[in-house]
């Protein structure tokens, strides 16, 4: 099995920029497709960002389009997500996901393993 450790979250004023990191261990993540989704209080879990096992194919929610970019280092058994522009209603937990595909899936659902997640907070 494979266990995800999410990091990088924190308090950052809107415009700013933060950068999560996805800590893998157990099996290599080369063999997994992952995915970035967040969950605001009293919403429910939405997409974000999803990467294939080589990392050259990438798809974002259209929220996050041309802010967040998503990346991954099989070789180090890690996955990024870079955001930037960040916004109040960017405000969420962010939970790193890995499913048995070439791809990560739009849906959260159809993930094997997921993070514990890590906060990010952005103040207007």
């Known amino acids: 099995q494979v266990r995800l450790v999410e990091s990088g979250g924190g308090l950052v004023q809107a415009g700013g920029s933060l950068r999560l990191s996805c800590t893998a261990s157990g099996r290599t993540l080369s063999r997994y497709g992952l995915g970035w989704f967040r969950q605001a209080a009293g919403k429910e879990r939405e997409f974000v960002s999803a990467?294939?096992?080589?990392?050259?194919?990438?798809r974002y929610a259209d929220s996050v389009k041309g802010r967040f970019t998503i990346s991954r280092d099989n070789a180090n058994n890690m996955a990024y997500l870079q955001m930037n522009s960040l916004e109040p209603e960017d405000t969420a937990v962010y939970y790193c996901?890995?499913?048995?595909?070439?791809?990560?899936?739009?849906?959260?659902?159809?993930?094997?393993?997921w993070g514990q997640g890590t906060q990010v907070t952005v103040s207007s």
């Open positions: 996901a890995g499913m048995e595909a070439a791809w990560g899936s739009l849906d959260w659902r159809s993930y094997n393993f």
């Open positions: 990467i294939s096992l080589s990392g050259g194919n990438t």
